[in-house]
């Protein structure tokens, strides 16, 4: 079984930062994606930043220049540091992964339980 899991959400003030984290444990031979996707207050769930196993980043337009997705290989753990918060950044945000648990298995896709994040004006 695979857990995914979030942390660092929160309340802060309009211009704040938060730190986010997700860390996948369980049987895992390799990951491919870490995403980060959010679902603001009665909308559709969007993405915000994706990290694939090759280095390469992506974010939303919303984001960019303020958040930045990175990955620690070595602790199966992603991040999202989210710097000028505005109040539209708040939203339920999820960590979003895909993995192999064997070299020559199929590929899995797991959500995290989701981490809220308030932001004042």
């Known amino acids: 079984q695979v857990q995914v899991a979030e942390s660092g959400g929160g309340l802060v003030q309009s211009g704040g930062s938060l730190r986010l984290s997700c860390a996948a444990s369980?049987?895992?031979?390799?990951?491919?994606?870490m995403d980060w996707y959010r679902q603001p207050p009665g909308k559709q769930r969007e993405l915000v930043a994706t990290s694939n196993s090759g280095g390469s980043t992506d974010y939303s337009e919303s984001v960019k220049g303020r958040f930045t997705i990175s990955r620690d290989n070595a602790k199966n753990t992603v991040y999202l540091q989210m710097n000028s918060l505005k109040p539209e950044d708040t939203a339920v945000y999820y960590c979003y992964v895909i993995i192999k648990k064997v070299v020559s298995g199929p590929t899995y896709q797991y959500w995290g339980q989701g981490t809220q994040v308030t932001v004042s004006s």
């Open positions: 369980g049987t895992i031979f390799s990951i491919y994606n």
